[in-house]
């Protein structure tokens, strides 16, 4: 009897686990138009100003609120402007570690709120068509971001509070979260991260067969990227 698709995906991951996430988006270096470029160098040199004072080992708490408040005008004033998105939902993460996070469902919930949205601004119709360098990285950052913090609600049922206040995952089980999880870390690695890629496979339903010390140290890997450093998303 032949084996069905989804049979032989199932299959592929058991035995592969990495082939199903080897796949890395098609990318398109066509230069953009001179206007275009123009207008964007104008809002990137705004967005690096106001990460400036924060890309350091231990930001004061009155320069994260700064840096916020300028990706806060950017965004009103460029609402289409993905990247900014990715980088108010990292700095806010800076005023919460971890164990602080999961008690502050309402921060969570904007948190995932500005990824969620930089998502659908810059993702393409069909995984076929390509995207640009710029929206590729913005793109690994934010589905890394999200997949990190599905990962780390899943991990128990107090972690699991604090989605209490985001509509579309409060309601999902560990289990569920976990296999969210994997599918934005597979994206993730996708549009370019490898260490996202890496904990994909290791968080795979059909193909939990890496290590726990290995998975703990990817993960640990990104949440101390997200919680001590801004770099650009772009």
């Known amino acids: 009897m032949a084996l069905s698709n989804n049979d032989s995906n199932v299959l592929s991951a058991l035995f592969d686990p990495e082939a199903s996430l080897s796949r890395n988006a098609p990318i398109d270096d066509s230069p953009t138009s001179p206007t275009e ?8 040199a705004k967005e690096e100003q106001a990460l400036r004072s924060i890309n350091v080992s231990k930001p004061t ?4 609120e700064q840096s916020i408040s300028t990706l ?3 965004i009103q004033t460029h609402p289409s402007y993905a ?12 005023i919460y570690n971890d164990e602080q996070l ?7 919930q904007k948190i995932l709120e500005d990824l969620s949205e930089a998502i659908r601004l810059v993702t393409p119709s069909t995984p076929e068509e390509s995207i640009s360098r710029t929206n590729a990285r913005v793109l690994a950052s934010a589905h890394t971001h999200r997949g990190y913090l599905l990962l780390l609600a899943s991990k128990s049922d107090d972690n699991r509070k604090m989605l209490s206040d985001t509509v579309g995952l409060k309601s999902l089980s560990l289990q569920e979260l976990e296999e969210a999880a994997s599918r934005e870390l597979a994206s993730g690695g996708r549009y370019g991260n490898e260490t996202a890629r890496q ?6 339903p059909y193909a939990k067969l890496c290590g726990s010390i290995v998975k703990e140290a990817l993960t640990k890997e990104i949440s101390d990227y997200y919680q001590f450093q801004v770099p650009l998303a772009r």
Request: no cysteine; aromatic share 0%.
């Open 37 to 44: 470029s123009e207008a964007e160098t104008l809002i990137q």
């Open 61 to 64: 708490l009155s320069n994260i």
């Open 72 to 74: 806060t005008n950017i």
């Open 83 to 94: 990247s900014a998105r990715v980088n108010r939902a990292q700095a806010r993460r800076l």
């Open 102 to 108: 999961i008690s502050q469902p309402s921060m969570a």
């Open 199 to 204: 904990l994909a496979v290791m968080t795979n």
